[in-house]
């Protein structure tokens, strides 16, 4: 069974800075995705950025970057520059890409982080 | 862009009646997807449908059943509501899997609650 583990509940950061969302996982499939998402207070879940568990490089779309350490089964966000608009809910989710169920997607709980001015 | 739309963003209903949640998607999507969102548990399936009249038990499927007549429309149907269904629902789509990186999409979501 899959299993997405986010340990901070809640985080705060400075305007301008970066802060970085904790998303460790656990699968004995070699073959698996993981995926950020963002919900606002609004309630729509937007994706924000995707990494292969047989990617090379760390996945970067603007100013979000995956932290992936694939020893550590951690895929951690980083945002850069952090802005007001950042506060959301962020969710970590994994999917497996092996037998009848690579249609699934295991959430995490969430992290809700807070940007203060 | 996907668009994925879900009928009512939010919905009150009393214990006993039959509650049906609609959601359409616009972008010819194979796969759709129920969930409920809890504070504390994140989200869980409920249902999945990777076909036209074809659907599949998620992880808390028990007191929800599924239609999917047209590609683009899934419903959640909620055939006796009880307090512990008041949740947030949220329905997603995607393309059939055939890259790995293909997210799910996901409508604004709808709360509702059973009285």
């Known amino acids: 069974a899959q299993k997405i583990t986010q340990t901070q509940p809640g985080m705060f950061v400075q305007e301008k800075e970066a802060v970085t969302l904790d998303c460790t996982y656990d699968?004995?499939?070699?073959?698996?995705?993981l995926f950020w998402y963002k919900q606002p207070s609004s309630g729509e879940m937007i994706f924000l950025i995707y990494q292969g568990s047989y990617d090379q490089q760390n996945a970067t779309e603007g100013r979000y970057s995956l932290n992936f350490q694939k020893a550590r089964k951690s895929a951690n966000l980083v945002i850069s520059a952090s802005q007001l608009g950042d506060s959301a809910m962020y969710f970590c989710?994994?999917?497996?890409?092996?037998?009848?169920?690579?249609?699934?997607?295991?959430f995490g709980k969430g992290t809700l982080l807070t940007v203060n001015p | 862009d996907v668009k994925v739309t879900q009928s009512s963003r939010y919905l009150v209903k009393r214990t006993g009646e039959k509650v049906f949640l609609e959601c359409v998607q616009d972008m010819d999507h194979e796969n759709m997807f129920w969930y409920r969102q809890d504070p504390g548990l994140g989200l869980r399936l409920i249902y999945f449908s990777y076909d036209v009249k074809m659907k599949e038990k998620g992880d808390i499927p028990e007191g929800y059943s599924v239609s999917r007549e047209k590609k683009e429309r899934f419903s959640l149907i909620l055939e006796s509501a009880s307090t512990n269904q008041t949740s947030m629902y949220l329905c997603?789509?995607?393309?059939?899997?055939?890259?790995?990186?293909?997210?799910?999409?996901f409508g604004d979501g709808t709360r509702l609650s059973i009285l």
């Open positions: 997603a789509s995607s393309s059939r899997l055939m890259f790995s990186n293909q997210p799910q999409h």
């Open positions: 699968t004995s499939d070699p073959s698996y995705g």
């Open positions: 989710a994994m999917r497996v890409l092996g037998g009848g169920s690579n249609y699934k997607l295991t």
